[in-house]
């Protein structure tokens, strides 16, 4: 087992520790994207009101729309700090040609210039030397089948959550408010992700040193054709599909 291996994942952790990488949720991202850019107080129709440069940037932006810009900054925020606007949907509702596809095009677009500055990179892992194993056939190498974030699976190394807590403090040198905060994020492992993860477990008798051995941290792929960060959906019944874009 070779160090630069196995410290890949560690390497990664390590980064997020010493904030040259981040792990963040969507909403989380998306509130720091806009909060980070310059915001004006404005006055519109005898309003007062808030203009939020990034939707005012570029050859082609976003032109008025300023309570549907308020409103989403509102709910963006308000989600990304673990409001009830994180189990809703903001919808976009009006009359064809109004601006929605635009808006929600416009904002993917600035989400993904965002996602490729390296310290908003997003990454996932992948498992290799599965020939090891001696039972996926000729299958080598397995990335997460839903891009999961390597810090996901830092926060299911082990069996319990406190033994993994205890591993990224000891190793990683997160305090306890800061594992606190990064586990407002926790989710476990897929079901693909968990199944393999539990056969490593097992080669290597649990060591987990052998263990990280099998894990490589890979860039998120952001082809806006893949839909991997951002994409659309069409709606499933065409009363919603005429009214909203997802």
């Known amino acids: 087992m070779s160090a630069s291996t196995q410290s890949d994942l560690l390497h990664h952790l390590k ?20 909060l980070e850019s310059q915001i004006e107080k404005v006055v519109v129709n005898g309003k007062t009101t808030y203009d939020f440069s990034i939707f005012r940037s570029g050859k082609k932006h976003v032109i008025g729309m300023y309570d549907e810009v308020n409103s989403f900054v509102s709910y963006v925020k308000d989600a990304a700090e673990g409001g009830s606007s994180a189990e809703m949907a903001f919808v976009l509702v009006g009359e064809p040609g109004n601006g ?6 416009f904002l993917c677009n600035r989400y993904r210039e965002f996602l490729s500055e390296p310290r908003n990179r997003k990454y996932t892992f992948r498992f290799n030397n599965l020939e090891k194993l001696g039972h996926y056939g000729r299958i080598n190498t397995i ?35 800061e594992l606190e905060t990064l ?28 263990m990280l051995s099998f894990i490589d941290v890979v860039p998120v792929p952001l082809t806006e054709s893949l839909g991997t960060v951002t994409g659309k959906y069409p709606a499933k019944d065409k009363m919603t599909s005429s009214a909203v874009d997802l």
Request: proline share 2%; glycine share 8%; net charge negative.
């Open 15 to 34: 980064a997020i520790k010493e904030k040259q990488r981040v792990f963040e949720n969507a909403f989380q991202g998306v509130a720091r994207m806009i």
């Open 100 to 105: 929605k596809t635009f808006f929600v095009e």
């Open 143 to 177: 990335e997460s089948q839903t891009y999961e974030d390597p810090m996901v699976l830092g926060m299911n190394l082990f069996d319990t959550i406190n033994e993994s807590k205890e591993y990224l403090s000891k190793t990683c040198g997160f305090t306890d408010k």
């Open 183 to 210: 586990y407002d994020n926790y989710r476990p492992l897929g079901a693909c992700s968990g199944y393999i993860w539990n056969d490593i477990r097992n080669y290597t008798g649990g060591n987990i040193d052998d």
